[in-house]
């Protein structure tokens, strides 16, 4: 036979715990909308969001650990352009985001942009990637290492293009 014991108090228990790791805020299902002058501009929908408030480690951000959808309007609900990825961080100090793993992006003549990793700097109203990408357009697949576009995904530019495929409609 084998008997256990356990002594520790409640005290005991909460020292032990690293509260600087954990999320200081946890929510599931959210939708975050923004909008101006009393139009929906923009749309973001994600199964989780855990903030992360300051520390003497680190600055606040929101992380969303099993991606997002992000939605922008010209004229709500028509949407113009969306950006869809398996995981995402935005840092609050300096206002911007990543997206990584699976990063889809479509602007609103379906240009489809690919890659595994994009940056939304949301003050200079930009994304970009130093990563390889691939953009669809109606006629030809794009290949090359890194671009840069409006947040809107137009006005797109790749660099180091590797190759363009023509496609015959």
């Not at 855990?50 to 099993?66: I, V």
């Not at 994009?118 to 930009?126: R, S, V």
Request: negative net charge.
């Amino acid at each position: 036979m084998l008997f256990f014991s356990c002594s520790n108090d409640y005290k005991d228990i909460i020292d032990q715990i690293d509260y600087e790791n954990y999320p200081s805020q946890s929510a599931e299902n959210i939708e975050i909308v923004r909008s101006d002058s009393g139009k929906i501009i923009l749309k973001i929908f994600a199964p989780i969001l855990d903030r992360y408030t300051e520390n003497k480690d680190r600055d606040s951000y929101d992380e969303f650990p099993k991606g997002i959808k992000v939605y922008t309007y010209v004229n709500y609900p028509e949407i113009s352009s969306s950006i869809i990825c398996n995981y995402a961080r935005h840092d609050v100090r300096t206002n911007k985001w990543e997206a990584r793993d699976n990063v889809i992006a479509v602007n609103e003549d379906g240009d489809t942009l690919k890659t595994e990793q994009m940056f939304w700097d949301n003050q200079k109203g930009n994304i970009y990637s130093d990563k390889h990408v691939n953009i669809r357009t109606e006629n030809e697949i794009i290949y090359g290492t890194g671009f840069t576009a409006k947040q809107d995904f137009s006005g797109w530019k790749i660099n180091k293009v590797k190759g363009t495929i023509y496609l015959d409609e």
